[in-house]
Nanobody, 127 residues
Framework: VQLQASGGGLVQAGGSLRLSCAAS????????MGWFRQAPGKEREFVAA????????YYADSVKGRFTISRDNATNTVYLQMNSLKPEDTANYYC?????????????????????WGQGTQVTVSS
C-alpha cells in the first residue's frame, strides 16, 4: 500500500486548503482512511477519518464544522477540505489507512489503529 499526500502550503488565517491523499497498491473498500497532524514538539493528533465503503466520517472537535473529509472511489483519493483555517492548524498533515476498519465498531482515532502512512504535507497558517 502506498499513500501520497499533497496539497499543503502557506495560507493566511481564514483561508482554505485542500489536501489530497492518493492511495494505491490494493482495493480499499474495507479500509478506513484518516488524516492526522503533528506540530513541532507535539504528539501526532487525529483530525478526521472516513470509512471507504460507507462514507461515514468522524472529526476531531477542534476541526468539526471547518474541515471535511471525502473520498473519490474512481481515483482512490481521499481529500481533506480545510476552511476557516487558524494559526493553530499549522502542522505537518499525514494520511493513513486502517486495514482493520471492517472489524471496528467505530472509526480509528489513534495513530496505532492505522497500518499505512503517507509522507507528510506541511500546512502553515499565518496570522
Amino acid at each position: 500500500v502506498q499513500l501520497q499526500a499533497s496539497g499543503g502550503g502557506l495560507v493566511q488565517a481564514g483561508g482554505s486548503l485542500r489536501l489530497s491523499c492518493a492511495a494505491s497498491g490494493r482495493t480499499f473498500s474495507t479500509y478506513a482512511m484518516g488524516w492526522f497532524r503533528q506540530a513541532p514538539g507535539k504528539e501526532r493528533e487525529f483530525v478526521a477519518a472516513i470509512k471507504w465503503s460507507a462514507g461515514s466520517t468522524y472529526y476531531a472537535d477542534s476541526v468539526k464544522g471547518r474541515f471535511t473529509i471525502s473520498r473519490d472511489n474512481a481515483t482512490n483519493t481521499v481529500y481533506l477540505q480545510m476552511n476557516s483555517l487558524k494559526p493553530e492548524d499549522t502542522a505537518n498533515y499525514y494520511c493513513a489507512a486502517d486495514r482493520a476498519a471492517g472489524l471496528r465498531l467505530r472509526l480509528g482515532i489513534t495513530p496505532k489503529e492505522y497500518d499505512y502512512w503517507g509522507q507528510g504535507t506541511q500546512v502553515t497558517v499565518s496570522s
